[in-house]
């Protein structure tokens, strides 16, 4: 039997003069990534994924095509400031792709590019010396990641990955700076989204310490949803098992256990939920917690 080829999981692969953004990896823990990935490209106003293998294998459509809205009050925080506002930063403001597994932020990295999302979702992630991680919040396109950065130099005390990918305009973080020292506005949208930053951190916190897994892995794909705007996710069972800070053998037995009830299906990482009524019974409280604070 042919032994098949080991991988190379860190190699880059040159990116094409034809918009395709390439060499950012799925990857679960710190030192190790998954030869997994999506690439996304971006042609006007229509973005494209498909499956690439870093050892160069023929790229595989995922049957994806997803016309997004490039306008950056598309983002509706960015929506919602006074028209004078917006324009101290609209010239700044570049909007671009980001696959799925991107690191936006690590742990002590000063943050000097803030994201508004278009589409799609970010996750913060808080880790430990071993490199394991967990989520604690997710963003998107009700939000901003890295608004701390508008009050002074910031150093990350999260990791933010895109979870989902991700469309987003983002402003250099001194131009954010100039424009809330004139802004009320936009000096209260930083302030105000931290807030909701902290209270979805809370929530998660108890969801974690006193909820069963179903019930937690129910919320995690309901605020996914609602945060991300799609009901279908790329995710293997071991980052997912990091999201929600339990075994994999768990993810694998709860996802087993709602695709025979029909609420979801679940094939190669691909998680299409197809019953989100299904979902939100099964789910804790925390999923409304969340809503009703305007957390998500």
């Not at 930053?197 to 019930?215: F, P, V, Y």
């Not at 996802?255 to 019974?281: C, F, H, P, T, W």
Request: glycine letters at 6%; one cysteine or more; a positive charge.
């Amino acid at each position: 039997m042919a032994q098949r080829p080991n991988c190379a999981p860190n190699a880059d692969v040159p990116s094409p003069d034809d918009g395709t953004i390439r060499n950012l990896y799925v990857g679960s823990r710190a030192g190790r990534k998954s030869c997994a990935r999506i690439d996304i490209s971006l042609r006007g106003s229509v973005v494209s994924e498909r499956y690439v293998h870093p050892c160069g294998k023929r790229p595989r459509p995922t049957g994806r095509d997803i016309k997004v809205n490039m306008d950056p009050r598309a983002n509706l925080l960015l929506a919602n400031l006074p028209r004078a506002d917006f324009e101290l930063i609209e010239s700044h403001l570049t909007v671009a792709p980001f696959m799925q597994g991107a690191v936006l932020a690590e742990v002590g990295d000063e943050i000097d590019q803030v994201y508004f999302p278009l589409s799609g979702m970010i996750s913060l992630l808080t880790t430990l010396n071993d490199g394991k991680a967990i989520e604690t919040a997710t963003i998107g396109r009700s939000g901003v990641s890295g608004a701390a950065a508008a009050f002074g130099l910031y150093h990350s005390r999260v990791r933010a990955i895109v979870q989902v990918p991700l469309i987003a305009a983002t402003l250099a973080a001194p131009q954010l700076r100039r424009a809330v020292e004139t802004s009320d506005a936009l000096q209260n949208l930083c302030i105000r989204y931290n807030e909701v930053l902290l209270s979805q951190a809370r929530i998660t916190a108890a969801c974690n310490a006193l909820h069963m897994i179903e019930a937690r892995f129910c919320r995690w794909l309901l605020q996914t949803s609602k945060v991300s705007g799609t009901t279908t996710i790329t995710l293997t069972q071991e980052f997912l098992a990091e999201m929600l800070g339990v075994r994999r053998t768990s993810v694998t037995e709860v996802a087993s256990k709602l695709q025979s009830a029909g609420l979801i299906s679940y094939s190669r990482g691909v998680i299409n939920m197809l019953d989100l009524a299904g979902l939100r019974e099964k789910s804790c409280e925390c999923i409304e917690t969340l809503q009703d604070q305007k957390a998500i």
